[in-house]
C-alpha cells in the first residue's frame, strides 16, 4: 500500500471512530443527566442531622451503614470531605465516616445504568460488590491502624 492510501484510510478510519464516539455519547447524555441530578436530590434529601442519627456504637454496624450510605450518594471526593466533617462534628464514628467517604468515591449505585451502559453488567456489578466490601475493610483497617498508632 502506499502512503497516500494509507493516510485516506486512517482518515476515513478517524472519521468513523469520530462518528461512532458521538453517538455513543449522545446515547449516553441522558442518562449521565439524570445520573446528577438523582444524586443531588438524594444529598439534598439525606441531611447530615438526619444521617447522624442512624449511627451508633457498634464498629461493624457503623462501618455498613456508612457504607450503604456512601453508595447511594455517590459524588465528588471534595464535597464528601466537607460531609465527613459535619459528621464527626455530630458525633458520629471515624469508622462509619471513613466507609461513607470511601464508598461515596468507590460505589456507585445511582450511576449503576450508566455504569452497565458503558462496561457491560457483569462488570459494574462485581466492581460496585467489590467496592462496597473493600470500603467497609478500609474503614476498618484503617481506624485500626490509627488506634495502633495513638
Known sequence: MTKQKTS???KVNLNMIAGKTLAMFAGTLPIIVSVV?????????LPTEKVANFFGD???????IGTS????????PLTSYVLGGELLA?????V?????????????????PAEVLMLGKRFALYRNLLCFVFAILIA??????????A
Open 90 to 94: 455530630k458525633g458520629v464514628s471515624l
Open 37 to 45: 441530578f438523582l444524586t443531588g436530590l438524594i444529598i439534598n434529601w
Open 96 to 112: 462509619a465516616v471513613t466507609a461513607l467517604l470511601v464508598s461515596w468515591v468507590t460505589v456507585g449505585s445511582i450511576q449503576l
Open 69 to 76: 450510605f456512601g453508595s447511594i450518594s455517590a459524588g465528588h
Open 8 to 10: 485516506r484510510l486512517s
Open 58 to 64: 457498634n464498629v461493624i454496624l457503623d462501618a455498613l
Open 140 to 149: 476498618l483497617l484503617t481506624v485500626g491502624t490509627l488506634r495502633l498508632l
